[in-house]
């Protein structure tokens, strides 16, 4: 089927009978001479209105055509969710925000690099009307200082200041004394680098990404699991910047053709905090991200990670047990350090001796015996294993699994009479056993060894000073993490709010939605058979297993998080096959 082809502006205002043939090719003319569009051209030639273009525009782009003059067209903006600078820089405006997509009023449907700039800053898919450009700006001129909120994250102010500012584009050089040259020269470094990261640790960021770009050095926050943009670095900071990053991490500063990783240790206010610090070789210069190690972040207590009470007692039960393997799978950054730390924490007697090979090692307990991986000279998984069970430990804590040879011997621990705790990065807790075997392990052995898998996420948890009950919950969304119209209607269902206590993001810290899934003798017998992982959550699920979905459902139930959180972490992969087949209906 042929494309229907778009109407020119031109078409578009005469069909309209806004302007005349004529008046159109005049401004052709006198757009080809001065290199204006044809809209501008127009209205110089005051053959129309701004308003008359915008319109046009509107009807050439498929796009909805606002006036902010009318009272229901302002009632719609709301200018706390996006910045102040990018409201005033880039003449947009909020028109709302509905099932995770901002819209926004614009006055140029072409301006394509503009539209991706914002997706990535505002982190947000966007919806797009139009409006005059004129009209957007006298909106904002009579809104003041209200045109546009903060982001609420951090303060508007960039962090190059007057007194934190490098005027000299000077790259490190290649040899280590000059580039501590820099370091000392640069002094508005230093202050740079330490408001950076005391703003971060102050507004609670797990990571800070210093990420250069072409024309740039991106800055960003990871906070309760989401990216913001902090501030955009002048170019000619980025080789001092980056000098001054790798001398407090301690590594070669002089290398920058591979990746290298370090440490910080810097006082914030009362707290010792730990940074890893870890440098990548990218396209424009190096990316180095700095992961914040807050000691009490391991010490929250088991019931605060957001067990169930059920879910709670089997895991207290599990982590108690004399033998076996217990495994927490998920992805990078669903906490399960944290989880296992917490578990470490409460079996931390002077009756029990625990040993943990990690890499790295990234909080440091008083009575665990911890070793540092560092294959580089031959200390492996493997080979801390093997010495581990010469030390005659209650409790080993494997980092993680990353090949047959740790995972076999990590079974012949828990089958001679040691506590094994270890992570796996799979989907569920189902797909840890067909993981396993997968690796090369034998079923049998697997079967017999493990006791438990726990799967988790982590979801943002709503504010509770400023969330809202949500009177129409997207049905869709409450469909894919299982809420029926019933629950829905016997439940209040809550939405994010607005406040100083959240940063005006609607949400403070994050919780995690689990899995446990308990061997028994069904599953050790499909785990023998090499069966396939449908068929063991078939089994989990009878024996009383709560999927990530289900857990999640709790938590939205009870006014904790929203079903756009859960659905983002665990949509269908939770689902029993008659759920999935349900939603997908």
Request: charged fraction near 25%; charge should be positive; glycine fraction near 6%.
């Amino acid at each position: 089927m042929a494309r229907k082809q778009r109407l020119k502006l031109g078409e578009i205002l005469v069909q309209s009978k806004t302007v005349t043939e004529a008046q159109v090719q005049a401004a052709l003319a006198a757009s080809k001479a001065s290199g204006k569009r044809i809209g501008e051209a127009l209205v110089e030639a005051n053959a129309c209105k701004e308003e008359d273009i915008a319109k046009a525009l509107g009807t050439q782009y498929d796009m909805e055509y606002v006036n902010l003059d009318r009272p229901e067209a302002s009632s719609r903006v709301d200018l706390t969710l996006i910045p102040d600078e990018i409201v005033k820089k880039h003449l947009v405006v909020p028109l709302g925000k509905q099932n995770g997509r901002l819209k926004l009023l614009i006055h140029d449907p072409m301006d394509l690099e503009l539209l991706d700039l914002l997706r990535f800053r505002l982190n947000s898919e966007i919806d797009t009307a139009i409006g005059s450009r004129s009209g957007i700006k006298a909106y904002l001129e009579e809104a003041g200082g209200k045109a546009g909120g903060k982001s609420g994250m951090f303060s508007d102010e960039s962090l190059v200041t007057d007194s934190v500012d490098v005027t000299v584009d000077r790259s490190v050089d290649s040899s280590v004394d000059a580039s501590i040259d820099v370091e000392m020269a640069d002094a508005p470094i230093v202050r740079l680098v330490n408001r950076m990261i005391v703003e971060a640790v102050r507004s609670r960021a797990s990571d800070i990404h210093v990420e250069p770009m072409a024309d740039r050095v991106l800055l960003r926050y990871r906070i309760d699991g989401e990216c913001h943009v902090r501030d955009n670095l002048p170019k000619r900071m980025q080789g001092a910047l980056l000098a001054r990053l790798k001398l407090m991490a301690g590594v070669n500063i002089a290398e920058r053709r591979v990746p290298q990783d370090g440490r910080i240790k810097m006082q914030v206010d009362s707290a010792q905090i730990d940074f890893r610090v870890s440098s990548c070789p990218a396209y424009h210069g190096e990316s180095v991200v700095l992961r914040i190690l807050r000691p009490d972040s391991v010490r929250i207590g088991l019931q605060n990670l957001g067990f169930e009470q059920d879910s709670f007692d089997v895991f207290n039960r599990i982590i108690r047990r004399p033998n076996g393997i217990f495994l927490v799978t998920g992805p990078t950054g669903s906490g399960k350090t944290t989880t296992l730390y917490s578990a470490l924490d409460i079996l931390n007697r002077p009756d029990r001796k625990i040993i943990t090979a990690e890499d790295p090692v990234e909080y440091n307990f008083n009575g665990i015996n911890q070793v540092q991986v560092r294959e580089s000279i031959g200390l492996t998984f493997g080979s801390i294993l093997k010495s581990m069970l010469r030390q005659a430990p209650n409790i080993i804590l494997v980092g993680e699994i990353r090949d047959r040879e740790v995972a076999d011997i990590a079974i012949q621990a828990a089958l001679t009479g040691h506590l094994v705790f270890s992570t796996l990065h799979t989907n569920d807790a189902p797909s840890a056993v067909t993981r396993l075997v997968d690796m090369g392990v034998k079923p049998f052995l697997v079967a017999s060894s493990i006791q438990a898998i726990m799967a988790q996420r982590l979801v943002r948890i709503l504010c509770e000073k400023c969330r809202q009950p949500d009177p129409n919950p997207d049905r869709k969304l409450l469909k894919l993490v299982g809420i029926t119209d019933s629950e829905a209607a016997s439940h209040t269902i809550y939405k994010p709010g607005r406040c100083s206590h959240c940063s005006s993001t609607g949400f403070r810290g994050r919780k995690a939605i689990f899995e446990m899934m308990i061997l028994n003798s069904e599953l050790r017998e499909l785990a023998f058979q090499r069966a396939p992982v449908s068929r063991l959550r078939a089994a989990a699920i009878r024996g009383g297993m709560r999927s990530l979905i289900g857990d999640g459902k709790l938590k939205v139930l009870r006014g904790i998080t929203t079903p756009e959180e859960v659905a983002k972490h665990a949509q269908l992969e939770g689902f029993t096959p008659k759920e999935a087949q349900e939603v997908e209906a």
